[in-house]
Every structure is written in C-alpha cells, then in structure tokens.
C-alpha cells in the first residue's frame, strides 16, 4: 500500500505550480533579491516605533479558523487547509454551516501563549479572519464571527488578556480577500449560482473592512502588529492599502503594520506601503540591509490544521531556520495549525519545546543582534555592540578562520559552557582563526562568543589572508 505521507505530499508538490492559479498566494512576483526592494525611508519615529518587534526577533504564527473543523478533507481529498472553501469549491452555505460546529472547548489562551513564551517566542500573530471571511473575535459588523458559534466567546479578546499577561505582544493577522462577504468581490465562476453578484458595493466592503480594522485596534488595548493579507485581487488599490495604513496609524499610533496591504499593480510598485516586507516560506538569499522584514513559516507543509500533514520540520531545521533569519537581519514568525479543539498538534508541542530549550541556552545570540558581518565565512553569525555570536551546526576540529574579521578578539567562550573558551590564533599571514573545545556543547547548534574591546569590523573582501 502507498505510505499516505508521501501520497499526500506528493499531491500537494503536484497541484503546487500547474493547479493553482495565479491569484492563489500573495502575488509570486513580490520582490525576490534586495535590489527590488526599496529602502523605505526610516524616521527616528519609525525606529522608536519599531524597537520592541526588532529585538525579539521570534514571534509564533497562528491559523485558527471554520477551516480547522475540517482539517484539510473535503469529498475524498486530504490535501486541503485554509483554502478550503476556496480550493474545494464549497458553497458558501455549506462553508458557513461550519460555525454551528465551531465549539473547542480545550481551548486555553494562556497555555497557547505559555508554549510561544517556553518556545522564547516574543509575539503571537493569529488570524483574527481569514480568506474564508470567519472573524473569530466579536465583530459587530457581521454574524459571520465567533458570536454566532456554539462556543461564542472571542477568542481575541482571551489572547489578548493571555499574551499581555505573559509579557508577549499580541498581534492580529486579518485578510482582505473575503470569500463570504455579500459586497466583496471579485467572485469565482464556480460560485456563481449559489453567490450573486446582486448588488454588491466594493466601497461598502471596503468600509466594513475599516470597521473591522478599527475594532481591532480599538477594543483590545495595545496591539503590535497588524499583518494583513489577501491583498492581490484587482480590486485592492493602492490608494485603499495606503488609507487603510493610515487609518491603523490614526486608531492606534504606535501599531506596526506590514506590506500586505499594498495595491494590485502589474508594474513593480514605486510606492511601498507598510512597516516591513513578508517573505513567505522562505528566508532571503541575503536578507536586505536597511529593510524591515520577517519570514513566515509554516511547520509542517500547511498553515492551517490538515490532520494527515505529518511532514514537520527537524527540530534542526527550524532552529536553523532561525538561526539564518537572525543573521540576515530578519524576524522569524513560525507557524502553528490548532485543532478544531483548541490544542496543538503534538508534533507542535513537541518541536515548540525543544525550541524553547535551546532558546533557553542560546537566546542571547538571536534576541536584538542585527546581521552578520562576515561577508563570507563556513558559519552563520550576528552581531550586538561589542559582541559577535558564531553558530555551528557542525563542530570543526579543525582551525576555523574568520575571514575579513579585523578588530582583536579579546576573549572567545561558549554561550552554552562560559566556562570553555576557545583558542585565538593568530597566523603569520594575518587574520585571526579559532580552535573550539571539544566537543560540541549542542548537538544541532553550538554558539561560541566572541568579546572585543570596541565594535567590531569585517572586511567585505577577505585579506585576513
Ligand atoms: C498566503 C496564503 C495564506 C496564508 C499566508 C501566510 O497569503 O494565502 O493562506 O495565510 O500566506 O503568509
């Protein structure tokens, strides 16, 4: 019998290029390399604004919504998740049902965002309404919302309470595509009989999406990001992205908001929006000086709960993962699926704590570093005042140069071990090069220290010889 892991990722990887059309996904042809991203101007405002969400450089994502109770199966297929609805073709009616079944009575806010705080996560970003149009906070503007549900209670409203309870941030994910709303649109041909078009109001959707926004801002006391999504349908301006950032800016001053709200565009946008870009699924090659940005990613290979998605990512590939977003200058927002029922997926739970314990030993090294210096160097490293931290997936036995590296290290230890330091050499050609302790104090990733008496300086090119 075919292993159903592989058949379902398998399916997945086949409908990812040919199947989905182009609107699926926030427009494939976003900036890919530093040199189509624009610097955006930074105010010392900006920087002020910014501070908090630089340092704490790891925040969890989280997709929780009517999609979950169907944990990624419709009709005989299992290789659904968010998009269900949409991916699906499920008639609104059938779609809306879902609420009469959204009941997770395991839900607990508090534990939620106690295992981001255990994982040394500093935000939680949760999708306050996705495509699908469900808001899971008590929005005023619909029935469409956690309101209408056997469990009724908002679920914003309690993490919230938790994160700031917890010393997280609490940060809120909302999409403007809207698979429900009666004047959104454009719509699918594959809903048209079940859907109409009587009537709608584009302008009319546009303010319910302020509405909303507003609440959001207005109703939950202090909230670090707004990170919205669903912006690339024709319908979507730029002249709308750019109110409605000033209109998350009017209702909540300090609030950071992210690039998804910029408008539809065939031509590369001369006008970015936002606070910083949004790399999805991957980490860029360089990272991009003087940009904001932060990638997302998910676990496994879905953003909301899909029941037979068991392809989770090793424990050392998500602490590399960060690990490389930190050395390129970038946040880290990983994502989680909750279950229908309010819990995490155990493999969640599992890669969240393990985390958490090497962030417990090595979180110095992420938390408000900016990128490394090295220009190209066998390791990946950041940088904080008169420090620099080196990561070591593997652990040399041999010499380890560091090329370009000018300033004198005055003392080079293990984070893990302060006790052990390593050996500064100093060849006769120049440069400077290490000689670790052995052995590895981590077994998927080491940090060594290295002090020095005044900032330090790399070399872009290397004549440490
Ligand atoms: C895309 C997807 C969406 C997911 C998001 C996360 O925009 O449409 O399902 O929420 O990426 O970055």
């Not at 405002?45 to 450089?57: G, H, L, P, S």
């Not at 917890?166 to 719509?187: E, K």
């Not at 790399?279 to 991009?288: D, F, I, K, M």
């Amino acid at each position: 019998m075919m292993d159903r892991r592989r058949f379902v990722a398998g399916g997945a990887a086949a409908l990812g290029a040919a199947a989905l059309p182009l609107e699926r996904g926030p427009g494939r042809s976003w900036p890919a390399g530093p040199g189509a991203v624009r610097v955006l101007p930074r105010a010392a405002a900006d920087d002020a604004r910014m501070a908090w969400w630089r340092e704490a450089r790891f925040g969890l994502f989280l997709h929780w919504g009517l999609y979950s109770i169907l944990a990624g199966e419709y009709l005989g297929r299992s290789d659904y998740a968010e998009w269900i609805r949409y991916e699906a073709h499920i008639p609104v009616g059938t779609y809306r049902r879902l609420a009469a079944r959204f009941n997770p009575v395991k839900f607990d806010a508090d534990q939620w965002v106690a295992m981001a705080k255990d994982a040394g996560m500093k935000y939680v970003t949760i999708t306050t309404k996705h495509h699908d149009g469900f808001c899971l906070f008590d929005n005023r503007l619909t029935e469409f919302c956690v309101r209408a549900t056997p469990y009724r209670r908002d679920v914003m409203r309690q993490m919230a309470d938790a994160c700031r309870g917890a010393g997280l941030t609490p940060c809120w994910y909302h999409s403007i595509m809207d698979w429900n709303h009666p004047d959104y649109v454009p719509r699918r041909d594959w809903e048209a009989a079940t859907r109409r078009l009587d009537g709608a109001s584009y302008t009319r959707f546009v303010r319910y999406l302020h509405g909303s926004v507003e609440q959001l801002l207005k109703d939950y006391g202090d909230i670090g990001v707004l990170w919205f999504d669903g912006n690339w349908e024709q319908t979507w301006t730029h002249e709308l992205g750019r109110a409605l950032y000033q209109a998350c800016r009017g209702f909540q001053p300090s609030v950071i908001v992210n690039n998804r709200l910029e408008g539809w565009s065939q031509a590369p946008i001369t006008d970015p929006l936002g606070d910083f870009r949004t790399p999805e699924q991957e980490v860029p090659a360089t990272g991009w000086p003087g940009v904001d940005w932060e990638s997302c990613i998910t676990m496994n290979d879905h953003w909301g709960y899909n029941a037979h998605d068991h392809n989770f990512k090793s424990l050392a590939q998500l602490v590399g993962l960060l690990v490389e977003t930190a050395s390129k200058g970038g946040n880290l927002l990983l994502n989680v699926g909750p279950k229908a029922d309010g819990t995490f997926p155990d493999e969640s739970v599992d890669r969240l704590a393990a985390m958490g314990r090497w962030m417990q030993v090595n979180g110095e090294a992420i938390y408000g570093t900016s990128a490394s210096l090295f220009a190209n160097a066998s390791f990946r490293s950041t940088t904080k005042g008169k420090r620099l931290y080196l990561f070591f997936t593997g652990w040399p036995n041999g010499a380890v140069r560091l090329p370009g590296l000018t300033t004198r290290i005055r003392r080079a230890w293990l984070l893990a071990r302060p006790d052990l330091h390593a050996t500064v050499l100093v060849p006769d050609s120049g440069g400077q090069a290490l000689m670790l302790p052995l052995p590895a104090p981590d077994p998927v990733c080491s940090v060594v220290v290295l002090d020095f008496d005044e900032t330090p300086a790399v070399q872009a090119a290397d004549t440490s010889g």
